[in-house]
């Protein structure tokens, strides 16, 4: 899997900022010193920046480069504008301009005294993120593809091996060994002991959101739900316990609705059963993620414009596995389990048809209008199970649901539905905290009547008005009396069309953060 940079902590240094060769980054504060260390010509021509036009404009965050500053060994040195009463989320997005820019090389950062320097640290390792492990053929200005940036390592072990066997002659191979060349980052600050000890949490949240954007990048080839169920069983080896149910089990126990969606693939049906047994004898919180490796659409097959998107539609599970793997790295005191369904939805002659009717494992039926309103269908076995087995405090679902969200929300804000007021309040109230976008929309009896069928005791989709909602009373109906609960769609916010403050254009891992200060401030162990 892909690595955040390796980031060191230590004293201040200002001795080695003239002869230091990679990239030189400042924190600076409105009306602050400039550093002593900082050779004359060079420290002349940051004073000149920072009282020019451009300078004087910088927004909290915002970053000037000088390249190739005079005095100094470094090939650029960047000045990041960060007053001293600054936010977490402006101090993530100062981290966030260097991390941009690390490159290859060795960056030193001076941050100082500053008191955010850990979300400086968390911004650096978030944007310094990059997937290019396919890139083999030289760019066009003549570099090395992906070669710049490279900020992070990148392994191939067991767990995130980026070929399965299965697909040896479809899927490209990936590089045999670790890439040898990556960037680093050194961080002045005056208690560098301290900074280390509280980073540590932030180094396992940074590690969730790379695990889930590695996986929400991941092609539809080389993530099949074998290889998704095999990444997560890997997990055992940071603490984890995880199940793999497959078909057979999941007949079994009912699962029809979830069966129905992967029965026109040659990638078996999974679900995946992870458990964190930090805390105590309480039931755990569970998270039930939508885990559809490949949305075609099935039968209702989608347009072909766009369609090499959907290798994200697994992004709900993507989420559910990176909290997972952040809550075993920092050894949350919390019982969380994380339950995801995994399928393929292809168009074969064994395929699910428009007007098929399915039971689920709730004994409910469901007639199938379209084939490609698959998501709830998956969702509808995995929230029932999740209930029935574990007797959950709180039940949170995350999918790549609906289109309708994203013209609902566009691509800053996440859905939120629930049954539980207070439940969503936390939950919005955790994402406010962590700088992630949510909104919550409306339930209702008249949504609800949107979704009755004749035939059957429900249809999977209401329509196109309110189709973000109607998708939200679909997975209701699976909720039991009583069960405090939360959908969040994230089918704008998983993969949005350009870069984010803390993502390069790709997977945000969005969600992660979250969930995890969601279960920091309520489910965990004081």
Known sequence: MTHPVEITFTEIAADRLASHEGRVAMIVQPGGRLPSGLPRAAREAAQRALESKAGKGLKPGAALELAFPAGMAAEALTLVALPGG?????????????????????????????????????????????????????????????????????????????????????????????????????????????????????????EGVFFTRDLVNEPANVLTTTDFADRLKAMEEIGLTVEVLEEDQLAELGMRALLG?????????????????????????????????????????????????????????????????????????????????????????????????????????????????????????????????????????????????IIALGHDNAGVFANDDALADNLLSAARAEGEGAWRLPLGQPYDNLIKSRLADMKNTGGRAAGSITAAQFLQRFIRKGQPWAHIDIAGVALPPGATDLAPKGATGWGVMTLDRLIRDRYEAK
């Open 261 to 405: 969606v992967g029965q026109g693939s040659e990638s078996p049906s999974k679900v995946v059963v992870m458990h964190w047994n930090g805390g105590g004898d309480e039931a755990p919180l569970a998270l039930v993620g939508k885990g559809v490796v490949f949305d075609t659409g099935g039968i209702s097959i989608k347009p072909a414009a766009g369609m090499e998107e959907m290798t994200m539609d697994m992004g709900g599970a993507g989420v559910v596995a990176g909290v997972m793997r952040t809550l075993a790295l920092r050894r949350a005191k919390a019982n969380v389990v994380g339950l995801v369904g995994l399928v393929e939805n292809m168009p074969d002659g064994k395929a699910q048809r428009p007007g098929d009717i399915v039971k689920s494992m709730k004994g409910d039926t469901i007639e199938v209008i379209n084939t490609d309103a698959e998501g709830r269908l998956v969702l509808a076995d995995v929230l029932w199970y999740a209930q029935t087995r574990f007797n959950p405090p709180a039940v949170i679902d995350l999918a790549t649901l609906t289109g309708a969200v």
């Open 86 to 206: 600054a936010t977490i989320a402006e101090a993530r997005k100062a981290g966030a301009a260097i991390g941009a820019k690390l490159g290859k090389t060795h960056t030193l950062v001076l941050a100082g005294g500053h008191k955010l320097a850990g979300e400086i640290a968390l911004g650096i390792a978030l944007r310094g993120y990059d997937f290019s492990v396919y890139q083999t053929k030289p760019s066009e200005d003549g570099q090395e593809a992906g070669a710049d940036p490279i900020p992070q390592s990148v392994t191939h072990e067991a767990d995130n091996a980026v070929m399965a066997d299965a697909q040896a002659d479809s899927a490209p191979e990936a590089p045999d060994e670790p890439v040898s060349e990556k960037a680093r980052v050194t961080f002045m600050v005056k208690d560098p002991e301290a900074l280390a000890r509280t980073a540590q949490d932030a180094a396992a949240v940074a």
